[in-house]
């Protein structure tokens, strides 16, 4: 008789065990979590189908609210289709890896017919080549800096399988440096940025998003080459407003065990705002952040917003 598969809440309790704030451990100059690292080979060798979506990211940057506006659009704004399973499983994450039996994404995405939708955190650098031979659709969300960092060191404190944040001053210090899961913010974003004309890539931002989500939701609907009718796209920009996703449990992350996300430290789903940096940094860690900040851009000019 066959197993019945764990569910992704029965695999991670399951290991336990084996679970730990992993280290960093750099490939080709991007540190990344260190079981990451250590499959690296066949991570980068993934092929996926020319049919294949990526939604690619920094971390902390608008995610999961953009695979869950594309999972919607794909499905034609069918809410209990989209609840069929949590994020993790719906749209997996290309490069995780974590201690058997959780599966990693490669895992979960062998099983899966295209088209795939998939997540990434990879820096543009480090995305397999075949999503470029193949021409897939690749989405990137960026997000302002500041509201950036301030979301992953919340994130740091409560997922328990990433580095400790440490104090806030050397969390800013450690962003500024690149020495966070993924390495550099500002490579990543340039990355991306640099390529988006040549590579097709839609890039948006998380406080465009913020401001005008109908907006951003048709602009991702032409980017797929979707045509929803307008009630549908107005019950899309509903069911993923903050307020909604907050309190969808297949989509606030609370299938992820305490084990791994404590969220009695930080919810996942923490504020969702632009402009909760002005809350974390003293005026003199802006003036510093913002004089680093000049420097490390200066070869690019992306329209970021730090409030709307
Ligand atoms: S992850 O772990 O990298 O996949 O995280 P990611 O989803 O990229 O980012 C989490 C932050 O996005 C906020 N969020 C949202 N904001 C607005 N609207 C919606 N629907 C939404 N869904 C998630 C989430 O609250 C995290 O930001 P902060 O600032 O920490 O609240």
């Known amino acids: 008789m066959e197993e019945t598969p764990l569910s992704y809440e029965e695999a991670i309790n399951k290991a336990a065990g084996s679970l730990t704030r992993f280290p960093l451990t750099e490939v080709q100059g991007v540190p990344l979590m260190s079981p990451i690292a250590g499959q690296w080979s066949s991570i980068s060798a993934f092929c996926p189908d020319p049919s294949d979506l990526l939604i690619a990211t920094y971390p902390k940057a608008g995610t999961t609210w953009t695979q869950e506006i594309v999972d919607l659009l794909l499905h034609n704004g069918d809410e209990e289709i989209c609840k069929r399973a949590p994020t993790v499983e719906r749209i997996p994450f290309l490069e995780i890896q974590a201690p058997p039996p959780i599966p990693s994404g ?5 099983f899966m017919k295209p088209p795939r939708v998939i997540k990434t955190h990879l820096p ?24 950036n960092l301030v979301s992953y ?9 990433q580095p400790e944040p440490g104090p806030w001053d050397g969390y800013i210090q450690k962003f500024m440096r690149g020495n966070l899961g993924w390495g550099s913010w500002y490579d990543h974003v340039k990355g991306y940025w640099k390529e988006r004309e040549k590579r097709n890539i839609l890039y948006l931002f998380y406080e465009d998003m913020k401001e005008n989500p109908r907006r951003e939701v048709e602009r991702i609907m032409h980017y797929l ?7 549908i796209i107005d019950k899309i920009v509903q069911l993923t407003s903050f307020k909604v996703m907050k309190d969808n449990p297949m989509a606030n992350y609370t299938f992820i065990p305490k084990i791994v996300f404590d969220q009695s430290i930080s919810e996942f789903m923490r504020k969702g705002e632009v402009g909760d940096w002005t809350n974390h940094f003293t005026p003199a860690q802006s003036q510093m952040f913002d004089e680093d900040y000049k420097r490390q851009m200066a070869d690019v000019d992306i329209p970021f917003r730090t409030s709307i």
């Open 124 to 147: 543009i650098q480090l995305v397999p080549e075949g999503f470029w031979e193949n021409k897939c659709k690749v989405i990137y969300v960026a997000r302002n800096a500041k509201d």
């Open 106 to 110: 490669l895992q979960l995405l062998k």
């Open 153 to 161: 060191y919340h994130f740091d404190r409560m997922n328990l399988t």
């Open 225 to 231: 080459d979707l045509s929803l009718s307008d009630d």
